[in-house]
């Protein structure tokens, strides 16, 4: 009988995580009702077009911020993006914050490799403030709510996996017959269950917030126009949209994170 113990276990891995799942599921709902992003936040905001960086903001996160402004530099000259993995800089004049946290994380030197640039702006002030705005204005999700849904929805999938590890030895135990295999595997079918369906309810209710637009500034994003090639579309699409080989290159070495 020690498959009881081994289904005890099963049981209360399941449990705890759809458990925290709902809890942080819920938490976000509350936290939608209370900033009013409704209905009356989307008429608010419907005549409010996104900027560039907004735009790169809600689709991509952070990085994706810092990979529009270094295309952005490049194209206009301000900025040489070698495919070797290094940047820059030809013209040391910023035309707005973003680009002031560029050249501040390149340095004195003039010179700096792009992976760890990349990840440098991501973090610096500007990216900090357009991150708190957004917020505010109800058009993205709080970090804190965001990383708590993915981390509970990853949870919960560690879960089912180890449901199914524990119901495979509980019935490979020694002395289990066949028999009694298959009453035992379906006992582990419960929380089996249990989690493949919190993961559903999740992938259907949850996964807009875990995106960085919350559903009001997915329904702005929605729709954009997109030239190919153009800034906007690579703010949308990410380093995939850029037209320059060269350029792509340059941008999709080693070090990067996908964010697409």
């Not at 003039?110 to 992976?115: E, F, K, M, P, T």
């Not at 379906?186 to 309810?201: A, N, V």
């Not at 994003?221 to 060269?246: E, K, T």
């Amino acid at each position: 009988m020690l498959w009881v113990l081994f289904l005890l276990v099963a049981c209360a891995v399941a449990g705890v995580s759809c458990g925290r799942l709902c809890l942080a599921a819920v938490r976000a709902a509350e936290s939608e009702r209370a900033t009013g992003r409704d209905a009356y936040v989307v008429a608010a905001h419907r005549d409010h077009e996104l900027s560039l960086y907004e735009t790169a903001f809600l689709s991509g996160g952070p990085e994706r911020v810092a990979e529009v402004t270094l295309v952005s530099m490049a194209r206009n000259r301000r900025l040489l993006l070698a495919h070797t993995g290094w940047a820059t800089v030809v013209d040391p004049v910023a035309e707005d914050a973003m680009e002031r946290s560029v050249l501040r994380a390149i340095g004195p030197e003039g010179q700096a490799r792009i992976a760890p640039l990349r990840a440098t702006a991501a973090a610096g002030d500007a990216v900090r403030a357009l991150a708190e705005r957004l917020v505010a204005a109800g058009l993205a999700v709080p970090d804190r709510e965001r990383t708590t849904l993915t981390g509970a929805v990853r949870q919960v999938r560690q879960a089912a996996a180890a449901v199914l590890v524990l119901g495979a030895l509980a019935v490979l135990l020694p002395g289990e017959s066949a028999r009694q295999g298959g009453p035992v595997a379906l006992w582990f079918g419960l929380p089996l269950l249990l989690t493949l369906s919190c993961l559903t309810l999740a992938r259907v209710e949850i996964h807009p917030y875990t995106r960085w637009a919350s559903p009001t500034g997915q329904r702005l994003l929605a729709g954009r126009p997109l030239d190919a090639g153009s800034l906007l579309a690579v703010a949308v699409r990410g380093v995939r949209a850029v037209d320059d080989p060269q350029l792509r290159a340059a941008l999709s070495g080693p070090g990067r994170h996908t964010t697409d």
